[in-house]
């Protein structure tokens, strides 16, 4: 069976390896971006199945990804968005540019973060 690739495009180290490790522990095939600019250049050459994107980041946050890939007129991967804030208007901007479900960081266990990606990946 072929593993299912997710790219994790997240800036706060600790959950980025935190994901990192849990995922590939899982059987996943894991990429990962540190930063905006550098996430949209993985997205664009198109070898993931999911993408775990971070709202908040340097150089290109998840909404100007999201809004670049939209402009130009891309393929979007299933995208769920990493926030920590449920409320964000950010949040729903980011469902309006194409994102399919969010993950509040703060409050999910990695077995639950398993289960969603899953769930889009079924």
């Known amino acids: 069976m072929i593993k299912k690739s997710i790219l994790i495009i997240e800036d706060e180290k600790d959950i980025l390896d935190?994901?990192?490790?849990?995922?590939?522990?899982?059987?996943?095939?894991?990429?990962?971006?540190?930063?905006?600019?550098?996430?949209?250049?993985?997205?664009?050459?198109?070898?993931?199945?999911?993408?775990?994107?971070?709202?908040?980041?340097?150089?290109?946050?998840?909404?100007?990804?999201?809004?670049?890939?939209?402009?130009?007129?891309?393929?979007?991967?299933?995208?769920?968005?990493?926030?920590?804030?449920?409320?964000d208007q950010a949040l729903k901007d980011a469902i309006a540019l194409g994102a399919k479900d969010s993950i509040i960081k703060s409050e999910v266990t990695p077995d639950q973060v398993v289960e969603k990606i899953s769930r889009y990946l079924a």
């Open 18 to 87: 935190l994901y990192k490790e849990y995922l590939t522990g899982v059987g996943f095939q894991i990429d990962t971006a540190s930063d905006g600019e550098e996430g949209l250049k993985k997205i664009v050459a198109g070898k993931n199945n999911l993408v775990l994107l971070d709202i908040m980041m340097p150089k290109l946050d998840g909404i100007g990804i999201l809004q670049t890939i939209k402009d130009q007129k891309l393929n979007l991967p299933t995208t769920i968005m990493l926030t920590n804030l449920s409320h």
